[in-house]
Nanobody, 127 residues
């Protein structure tokens, strides 16, 4: 049974940093691609960053390039999202999601490609 549990969200000032963690169980990280998605109030859920299962290639949405870094620890079955230089527009519920169709390729980090979702963790960027 696939399970994803996110942690690490919170309130941070603009310009600050947070590291989100996703504990995965029921599958191996080199079996499925995995990624981070977010949903801001009144907006559709969107892909933020994904990592491919095989070569560990990464994808970033343009809005977070150069500020966010996705990584995985295959031995611990953990995925992380390091978020730096946070902005108010990064405020959202962040979800970890996985599935066989998730990858770092073009159109591989899209909501409908994910089959399994975590419960989400709130990130609020505000002064």
């Amino acid at each position: 049974q696939v399970q994803l549990v996110e942690s690490g969200g919170g309130l941070v000032q603009p310009g600050g940093s947070l590291r989100l963690s996703c504990a995965a169980s029921g599958f191996a990280l080199d079996y499925y691609g995995i990624g981070w998605f977010r949903q801001a109030p009144g907006k559709e859920r969107e892909g933020v960053s994904c990592i491919s299962r095989s070569d560990g290639g990464t994808y970033y949405a343009d809005s977070v390039k150069g500020r966010f870094t996705i990584s995985r620890d295959i031995a611990k079955n953990m995925v992380y999202l390091q978020m730096n230089s946070l902005k108010a527009e990064d405020t959202a519920v962040y979800y970890c999601a996985t599935g066989p169709r998730i990858s770092s390729s073009l159109n591989g980090c899209i909501v409908y490609r994910a089959d399994y979702w975590g419960q989400g963790t709130q990130v609020t960027v505000s002064s």
